[in-house]
């Protein structure tokens, strides 16, 4: 039972991190279901995802921080899109008064709701970094792996590569969490795959929702290609090591701590988790 009682409280922390992205997927089926008027779909969307915005920092849901953080994202996630869109790889067909170049603005805020779930969870789980790499090799593979989202157009694509090494530079790296006062551990390539994964069910929900398509995609919905999830295992490794390391600097923590007596000092139990 108490295991069971931990799985809920887990779920129930991630489910308010995910507050964001929830708000994003319901505005996209609403508005293909209930059409709106005096705007397009897309600036609507625009429109409630700034709204949205505004609200969590209002109500104290995200500090000024983080808000940083995840402007940040919106610009990254914007210039990928409108490189991504140029090359084909997918489109925004629907018509909008806010669109560059054939993007809408409200798709920089699909990577944000990542850095907002993220930033969220980091606070609600208590997420503490064990044996972090130093600071210039992850933000080499960070730079890396989203320099090869545009490169790769050009030359060869270097992913698996760059998914090999991830798994080398965070071998010995654990990502600490707390539920109920009670810490477990993961490790930290683990909780890449499994974030990678749930995104990569999202995008098939926002895809069959109409927020974008790809080319398999333009006469019929059909599910999204498994090897998807690589590009978005990498998407959402870029996204934590920006978030880790904004974390790092902001709260001087000193990376590669060790998890014992950081557990002993907080005086909390510590399990190693059956995930």
């Known amino acids: 039972m108490r295991a069971l009682k931990q799985l809920v409280r887990f779920g129930w922390e991630q489910a308010f991190s995910c507050l964001f992205p929830v708000v994003i997927f319901a505005s996209l089926a609403l508005t293909q279901i209930i059409p709106l008027p005096f705007l397009p779909r897309y600036d609507w969307l625009l429109i409630i995802c700034l709204l949205m915005q505004w609200w969590m920092v209002r109500s104290g849901l995200e500090t000024r921080d983080e808000l940083k953080v995840i402007t940040l994202f919106h610009l990254i996630g914007l210039a990928l899109e409108l490189f991504k869109v140029h090359m084909g790889s997918w489109s925004y ?4 008064y806010f669109k560059i170049y054939g993007v809408p603005l409200y798709s920089g805020f699909m990577y944000a709701s990542v850095a907002s779930y993220l930033c969220q969870a980091w606070r ?3 997420v503490e970094l064990v044996r972090w790499p ?3 090799a992850v933000v080499s593979l960070a730079a890396s792996i989203y320099l090869n989202f545009f490169t790769h157009h050009y030359w060869i694509d270097v992913r698996w590569w760059l998914s090999g090494l991830v798994i080398v530079v965070f071998w010995k790296s654990w990502v600490v969490y707390e539920v ?3 810490r477990y ?3 930290l390539a683990l909780s890449f795959v499994l974030i990678g994964f ?4 999202a995008e098939n929900i926002a895809t069959f929702f109409g927020a974008w398509k790809y080319p398999n995609q333009a006469e019929a919905w059909s599910l999204v290609h498994l ?3 690589s590009s978005w295992l990498l998407l959402v490794i870029v996204s934590f090591l920006i978030v880790a390391t904004l974390k790092q600097v902001k709260g001087n923590q000193p990376a590669g701590t060790d998890a014992a007596p950081l557990l002993k000092r907080q005086g909390l139990s510590f399990k190693k988790s059956d995930s």
């Open 93 to 96: 067909p629907e018509e909008g």
């Open 124 to 126: 609600r789980l208590k």
């Open 134 to 136: 130093p600071f210039m």
């Open 180 to 182: 109920n006062g009670t």
């Open 185 to 187: 551990r993961m490790p």
């Open 198 to 201: 749930f995104i990569w069910i």
């Open 227 to 229: 090897g998807k999830v």
